[in-house]
């Protein structure tokens, strides 16, 4: 199962420590797996994200990228759930760079709750990703109904 909500968001591309063209930045909001009714109830208030640093590894090969994240989840149905989620960074023509999992999960939102989620992302990348950039983070989740 897979819903697709595109949001803008302020970002830079790790090449320079300024904002992209907001017009060209997206956060992707995606589904994968979730009990029938689920899909539809959480939704996603704001989010915020910005590759702000690229931070030489030791290898000529690889860089790692990191940057703040925030994230306001809400469960618009009148029970409780449970999601997990990770963060998938994309960029030019949609290529995956690498994948982020946020630390304390599940998140548990309970009925018409708003959960923030906010931390630093770290990920893996050649020093290519100046050039191409980051243009899209996808926020991919997993619900459930809780155990009573």
């Given at each position: 199962?897979?819903?697709?909500?595109?949001?803008a968001?302020?970002?830079g591309?790790?090449?320079?420590?300024?904002p992209r063209?907001?017009?060209?930045?997206?956060?992707?909001?995606?589904?994968?797996s979730a009990?029938?009714?689920?899909?539809?109830?959480?939704?996603?208030?704001?989010?915020?994200?910005?590759?702000?640093?690229?931070?030489?590894?030791?290898?000529?090969?690889?860089?790692?990228?990191?940057?703040?994240y925030?994230?306001?989840?809400?469960?618009?149905?009148?029970?409780?759930?449970?999601m997990?989620?990770d963060?998938?960074?994309?960029?030019?023509?949609?290529?995956?760079?690498?994948?982020?999992?946020?630390?304390?999960?599940?998140?548990?939102?309970?009925?018409?709750?708003?959960t923030?989620?906010?931390?630093r992302?770290?990920?893996?990348?050649?020093?290519?990703?100046?050039?191409?950039?980051?243009?899209t983070m996808?926020i991919?989740?997993?619900?459930?109904?809780?155990?009573?």
């Amino acid at each position: 199962m897979l819903v697709g909500l595109l949001l803008a968001s302020a970002c830079g591309d790790g090449s320079t420590f300024g904002p992209r063209d907001p017009a060209s930045l997206h956060t992707e909001w995606v589904v994968e797996s979730a009990p029938e009714g689920l899909i539809e109830r959480v939704v996603i208030d704001s989010v915020f994200w910005n590759p702000a640093a690229l931070l030489p590894t030791g290898d000529d090969a690889v860089v790692e990228v990191e940057g703040p994240y925030l994230i306001l989840f809400r469960n618009t149905g009148e029970q409780a759930l449970e999601m997990r989620y990770d963060l998938r960074f994309l960029e030019e023509g949609g290529f995956l760079v690498d994948r982020f999992i946020p630390f304390g999960q599940p998140v548990r939102l309970a009925a018409g709750q708003q959960t923030r989620q906010e931390g630093r992302f770290v990920i893996r990348s050649s020093p290519d990703i100046g050039r191409f950039g980051l243009l899209t983070m996808q926020i991919v989740a997993r619900m459930l109904l809780p155990e009573p």
